[in-house]
């Protein structure tokens, strides 16, 4: 695991709020679903900021229930390897709504939003 994510997990607290993984995963499927393409600009610059909203409050709660597990556990590693995907797509630079990029950005922030509610609930957390 990166210094970065060893560094996040250490700050994340013991107990945390539980995800709404079942909303998350309808706002995901938004991006990812067969009317993605007609969005307007707008539509998909709002869906964007909602999944970027939605993978910072994952990010520290998926790495919080995978830190109830032991260190070398498949499960924990799988996890802490999706918060660090998650992360990386955080970090990348914002594309214009108007950009023809601009769905496809949604759509990897939308995977990554699937991907983290999938690890949380494979953890113990509420589906």
Do not use: F
């Not at 995800?19 to 706002?27: H, N, Q, S």
């Not at 498949?74 to 108007?98: K, W």
């Not at 496809?104 to 589906?127: E, I, P």
């Amino acid at each position: 695991m990166k210094a970065a994510a060893h560094t996040a997990a250490k700050q994340v607290p013991d107990r945390t709020d539980p995800l709404d993984a079942r909303r998350m995963r309808e706002t995901a499927r938004r991006a990812l679903g067969e009317g993605a393409e007609a969005l307007s600009p707008e539509q998909s610059d709002s869906l964007t900021q909602a999944l970027r909203g939605m993978l910072m409050v994952a990010i520290p709660e998926v790495t919080a229930a995978a830190d109830r597990y032991p260190k070398g556990d498949m499960p924990r590693i799988c996890a802490l390897a999706g918060v660090e995907e998650a992360s990386r797509r955080l970090r990348a630079r914002p594309v214009r709504a108007d950009s023809p990029w601009a769905l496809r950005h949604a759509q990897r922030l939308a995977r990554s939003v699937m991907a983290l509610t999938d690890h949380y609930v494979n953890l113990g957390g509420q589906a």
